[in-house]
Each structure stands twice: as structure tokens, then as C-alpha cells.
């Protein structure tokens, strides 16, 4: 089993910044990607940014070059730098974690609120 849990949300004005964290506990000899993923009101959720344990990193064109995500394998802690909020960024964000053995399965944490106001 592995355990999330996500801080760091809050409420910016547009233009600001914030720094989400995502600390992971429990078995995680397995878990190789960790990433963030946000669900706005009435829509689905998606991918914001993933990084592999040996620092591959992945981002949604929307986040593209104002978010940056890193991963501290010593702490077993992934963090989502987000500058230049946009309200459109306005959303629950998710820690993911991904287990490949002995099948892959979807950890997720419990969801921290971001608001970006206008």
C-alpha cells in the first residue's frame, strides 16, 4: 500500500505563484512515475505533469513553461512548482503514484484546492 498525501494549495491572484508537495509513504520499492493531475468543476480529471524516478518529465501543453515538477527520491516527495497562475488553473489537484508490480495500479491522494482569481 502506498500512502499520498498532498499540500500546498490556496487561493492566488492571477499571475501569482504556488507550490504543491506530494509526500509518499509505505511500500514504494514499486512505484517508478509520480505526477499531478487537477479536475476543475464539471470536467474530467487530467494530466498536468509527471516525472519518473530517474527524472523524465512530462507536462500538459497547458502548463507548459510555467510549471515545473520535481521529485526528491531521498524524501520520496514530488513537488509542482505552478507560476503564472491563470484562473483556468482553478482546480483540485491530485497526487498520482503508479505501482508496476506486481500489476500497475493508480494511487492517489486526496486532493488539494488551487483558486486563481482574476
Known amino acids: 500500500q502506498v500512502q499520498l498525501v498532498e499540500s500546498g494549495g490556496g487561493l492566488v491572484q492571477a499571475g501569482g505563484s504556488l507550490r504543491l508537495s506530494c509526500a509518499a509513504s509505505?511500500?514504494?520499492?514499486?512505484?517508478?512515475?509520480m505526477g499531478w493531475y487537477r479536475q476543475a468543476p464539471g470536467k474530467q480529471r487530467e494530466l498536468v505533469a509527471t516525472i519518473t524516478r530517474s527524472g523524465w518529465k512530462n507536462y500538459a501543453d497547458s502548463v507548459k513553461g510555467r510549471f515545473t515538477i520535481s521529485r526528491d527520491n531521498a524524501k520520496n516527495t514530488v513537488y509542482l512548482q505552478m507560476n503564472s497562475l491563470k484562473p483556468e488553473d482553478t482546480a483540485v489537484y491530485y497526487c498520482n503514484a503508479v505501482s508496476d508490480y506486481p500489476v500497475r495500479y493508480n494511487y492517489w491522494g486526496q486532493g488539494t484546492q488551487v483558486t486563481v482569481s482574476s
Open positions: 509505505g511500500t514504494l520499492f514499486s512505484i517508478n512515475v
